[in-house]
Every structure is written in structure tokens, then in C-alpha cells.
């Protein structure tokens, strides 16, 4: 009896193992595709995009922050308050943007810069962006990750 209940159960086993090795893809090519990667900017990011409120920046001046992401390019604008700073606005070309991309899994999008094509004067500004796009208190938003933590800095429509 016992004889009969171990070949038994390694048949079945056998028989399961085999089933789903031929159930699994043979490559990554077939498996499903967690990031997809853009040539120009994605359709949820276009447009200009600005922080509601001014945010600490330096000891007396605030800042307020404003994106605006154009099909092949992207631009920063800085407005100060406080202090005798000037606004001052950076812009990427599509030559210093290295790639951007949606990743399926987490829902983001992630803009990177072609570091090796920056001029001096805009790498300090030139960053690793990550963005969800969706609604924060019923407005369209786009809400920015932070690299150290995973606080959420959002954007609204202007």
C-alpha cells in the first residue's frame, strides 16, 4: 500500500513539474514587458506643471518650482521669495535628456539626462526624475519622488 501511495506521488509530482516548465516562456523577449522606453515625452508629463505653495530653499528665501516638458525637451523654472535672488529657468535640450521611461510595475515615470552632453553651468540642475502621474485632492497632479526618501513633492496643472 505504501508502495503504491509513493509512485503514486511521484507521478503526480513528475507530471505537475512538467506542466509548468511547459507553461513558462522560453526567453525574457516573451515575457511581458515591465518598462517601456520613449523616443519624445510622454503625453502624461506634457505641459507646464507648477508647485502650489513656495518650499524652504535657503535660510530666508523660498522657492517655487515649475516644469514645463515639451515633446522633445524640458524646462525648470525656479521663482525665489525672499532674499534678491532672480527667477531663473534652465532648459534641457532633447540632445541632453538620455531616456525616459514607464515602468509598469510601480507606475512611474522616469526621466534621466545625458550627462556626458551637459554643459557645466547645468549639472547642478540635472537630476534622476521620477513622477507618478494622477489625482492629488481631486486635481490633476503629477506627484515627484524624492531620492532619499519616498515623500511625494506635487505638481499641479498652471
Known amino acids: 500500500m505504501k508502495v503504491?501511495?509513493?509512485?503514486?506521488?511521484?507521478?503526480?509530482?513528475g507530471l505537475a513539474g512538467a506542466?509548468?516548465?511547459f507553461g513558462q516562456p522560453v526567453n525574457a523577449?516573451?515575457?511581458a514587458k515591465r518598462v517601456t522606453y520613449y523616443k519624445?515625452?510622454?503625453?502624461?508629463?506634457?505641459?507646464?506643471?507648477?508647485?502650489?505653495n513656495y518650499s524652504k530653499f535657503k535660510k530666508g528665501i523660498k522657492v517655487r518650482w515649475t516644469y514645463s516638458f515639451k515633446k522633445n525637451s524640458y524646462s525648470m523654472r525656479m521663482d525665489f521669495k525672499g532674499g534678491h535672488k532672480k527667477s531663473k529657468t534652465i532648459n534641457f535640450?532633447?540632445?541632453?535628456?538620455?531616456?525616459?521611461?514607464?515602468?509598469?510595475?510601480?507606475n512611474r515615470y522616469s526621466i534621466y539626462?545625458?550627462?556626458p552632453n551637459l554643459p557645466k553651468s547645468k549639472l547642478p540642475y540635472a537630476a534622476f526624475m521620477t513622477f507618478t502621474a494622477g489625482k492629488h485632492n481631486g486635481k490633476q497632479a503629477l506627484g515627484q519622488h524624492g531620492m532619499a526618501d519616498d515623500h511625494l513633492l506635487y505638481f499641479y496643472r498652471k
Open 93 to 106: 535640450s532633447k540632445k541632453e535628456i538620455g531616456g525616459m521611461f514607464y515602468d509598469h510595475k510601480y
Open 29 to 31: 523577449a516573451a515575457k
Open 19 to 21: 506542466a509548468t516548465s
Open 4 to 13: 503504491k501511495f509513493l509512485v503514486a506521488a511521484v507521478l503526480s509530482l
Open 113 to 115: 539626462p545625458e550627462t
Open 40 to 52: 519624445t515625452m510622454p503625453k502624461a508629463l506634457r505641459g507646464t506643471w507648477q508647485e502650489k
